[in-house]
T-cell receptor, first 117, second 112 residues
Framework: DQQVKQNSPSLSVQEGRISILNCDYT??????FLWYKKYPAEGPTFLIS?????DKNEDGRFTVFLNKSAKHLSLHIVPSQPGDSAVYFC????????????????FGQGTILTVHP | DAGVIQSPRHEVTEMGQEVTLRCKPI?????LFWYRQTMMRGLELLIY????????DSGMPEDRFSAKMPNASFSTLKIQPSEPRDSAVYFC??????????FGPGTRLTVL
């Protein structure tokens, strides 16, 4: 049961344009969402997060949007740069669901972003 | 801080052999996580510890997998016996809170 889904395995954009990465989730108990970036031969690194009490969070060129009713979030990168080329993982947490859920992240399968010069 | 340290970075072994992966978390972090990354399933959580105690091991695929955390600065993930389908990249991550996990560089395991 894939509770966090990234339906686009890959995305290709031109340098300077906007990159939009999408993520859907099914578990209504998820209340905290994160994006991680991963370069080859390295571990994922934290990029940006958003709590379910917000619908937008911005950090420089990166903005995450959350649509709770649609159970959908997206990561916007503007403007895209060649150095942004990496695998992007969406992750979700159900912090207050009780049991062993505290501290646990569920990841999507990742989207490979390629930014062409 | 050196970040999360994993060893070895690459491991090639034959089916049936025991494999031990090692992780040193960031000092002061209370949570430690073991993940497996495959093309088919993405990043899967295998097990996680809080203050050295295993909290959730529901992601451990079968009894061939075991993990320990004898102290706050060291954890192991053991596969015995290993099988070709265990071939994957295994990540260790640590966190001070649930919010942000810091990942190690991973161990690429190949079981022939």
């Amino acid at each position: 049961d894939q509770q966090v889904k990234q339906n686009s395995p890959s995305l290709s954009v031109q340098e300077g344009r906007i990159s939009i990465l999408n993520c859907d989730y099914t578990n209504s108990m998820f209340d905290y969402f994160l994006w991680y970036k991963k370069y080859p031969a390295e571990g994922p690194t934290f990029l940006i997060s958003i709590s379910s009490i917000k619908d937008k969070n911005e950090d420089g060129r990166f903005t995450v949007f959350l649509n709770k009713s649609a159970k959908h979030l997206s990561l916007h990168i503007v403007p895209s740069q060649p150095g942004d080329s990496a695998v992007y993982f969406c992750a979700a947490s159900a912090r207050y669901a009780g049991g062993t859920s505290y501290g646990k992240l569920t990841f999507g399968q990742g989207t490979i972003l390629t930014v062409h010069p | 801080d050196a970040g999360v340290i994993q060893s070895p970075r690459h491991e090639v072994t034959e089916m049936g052999q025991e494999v031990t992966l090692r992780c040193k978390p960031i000092s002061g972090h209370d949570y430690l996580f073991w993940y497996r990354q495959t093309m088919m399933r993405g990043l899967e959580l295998l097990i996680y510890f809080n203050n050295n105690v295993p909290i959730d091991d529901s992601g451990m695929p079968e009894d061939r997998f075991s993990a320990k955390m004898p102290n706050a600065s060291f954890s192991t993930l053991k596969i015995q016996p290993s099988e070709p389908r265990d071939s994957a990249v295994y990540f260790c991550a640590s966190a001070k809170t649930y919010n942000e996990q810091f990942f190690g560089p991973g161990t690429r395991l190949t079981v022939l």
